[in-house]
């Protein structure tokens, strides 16, 4: 933002009878808006480097919770709320839900390519979504990249549509360590906010190297607050060749 300011003195050629040099704030005036003209530029073309970004994270990791939702079925879209604000990065694709009950695969990149891979080709036989709590070197881009270098790069749209950024769900289950699954009997509370402290819905979990079978089967036989809805993710999973 340009300052504009002027002093009064005596009359001199080029300034008006009150004491201000016209040509002198005009000329200021011109510049400011060459500067107004330059920033605004800087923001559209930045803001288009983001649209950028945004569309190809929809084209390859479109961030939806697919069909893991409980016996009735109620499929809802991810929320992505500020999507992992620790990375720098704003997302230009926000959806907002609660997020349907069932069970949730937490995943990182951390892990062994192997095991990360088979979760996630097991997680798109069962219907569970498969959750990264945040994006590859803070880019939307180079997180779907990376995701194709994973499962291929003939990967369908449909298996990559299993995997969800929602930062919000490792910080309501306060998931540290990964794999971690996790069974849930309601949806996520509807918390807005990196600092959200909101409680999580009744749930069971497990954690630890272990393929996505078992995981289901413990919470199935042994959970007490969400066995039935490991046992619609089991049954699904067993169904699959």
């Given at each position: 933002?340009?300052?504009?300011?002027?002093?009064?003195?005596?009359?001199?050629?080029?300034?008006?009878?009150?004491?201000?040099?016209?040509?002198?704030?005009?000329?200021?005036?011109?510049?400011?808006?060459?500067?107004?003209?330059?920033?605004a530029?800087?923001?559209?073309?930045?803001?288009e480097?983001?649209?950028?970004?945004?569309?190809?994270?929809?084209?390859?990791?479109?961030?939806?919770?697919?069909?893991?939702?409980?016996?009735?079925?109620?499929?809802?879209?991810?929320?992505?709320?500020?999507?992992?604000?620790?990375?720098?990065?704003?997302?230009?694709?926000?959806?907002?839900?609660?997020?349907?009950?069932?069970?949730?695969?937490?995943?990182?990149?951390?892990?062994?390519?192997?095991?990360?891979?088979?979760?996630?080709?097991?997680?798109?036989?069962?219907?569970?979504?498969?959750?990264?709590?945040?994006?590859?070197?803070?880019?939307?881009?180079?997180?779907?990249?990376?995701?194709?270098?994973?499962?291929?790069?003939?990967?369908?749209?449909?298996?990559?549509?299993?995997?969800?950024?929602?930062?919000?769900?490792?910080?309501?289950?306060?998931?540290?360590?990964?794999?971690?699954?996790?069974?849930?009997?309601?949806?996520?509370?509807?918390?807005?906010?990196?600092?959200?402290d909101?409680?999580?819905?009744?749930?069971?979990?497990?954690?630890?190297?272990?393929?996505?079978?078992?995981?289901?089967?413990?919470?199935?036989?042994?959970?007490?607050?969400?066995?039935?809805?490991?046992?619609?993710?089991?049954?699904?999973?067993?169904?699959?060749?």
């Amino acid at each position: 933002m340009a300052i504009l300011c002027a002093s009064l003195m005596s009359v001199a050629p080029g300034q008006a009878q009150d004491g201000i040099d016209r040509k002198a704030i005009e000329e200021a005036v011109r510049n400011a808006e060459a500067e107004a003209a330059a920033f605004a530029a800087e923001v559209a073309a930045r803001a288009e480097a983001y649209a950028e970004e945004a569309r190809a994270l929809t084209e390859t990791v479109h961030g939806r919770w697919g069909e893991a939702a409980a016996p009735s079925d109620t499929t809802e879209p991810v929320d992505l709320d500020a999507m992992v604000a620790d990375a720098g990065v704003v997302s230009a694709a926000r959806q907002e839900t609660s997020g349907p009950a069932g069970v949730l695969v937490f995943v990182s990149f951390s892990m062994p390519e192997q095991s990360l891979r088979q979760l996630v080709l097991d997680a798109h036989k069962a219907q569970v979504p498969v959750l990264l709590q945040g994006f590859v070197g803070g880019s939307l881009k180079e997180t779907a990249t990376r995701m194709r270098a994973l499962l291929g790069a003939d990967t369908g749209q449909d298996l990559l549509g299993g995997v969800v950024i929602d930062p919000r769900a490792f910080r309501i289950f306060r998931v540290t360590e990964v794999p971690a699954f996790i069974a849930t009997r309601a949806p996520l509370p509807d918390c807005d906010g990196l600092d959200c402290d909101a409680p999580p819905p009744p749930h069971d979990r497990i954690a630890g190297n272990m393929s996505l079978g078992a995981a289901l089967s413990a919470l199935a036989s042994e959970g007490t607050d969400a066995a039935l809805q490991a046992r619609a993710s089991l049954k699904r999973w067993e169904a699959q060749p």
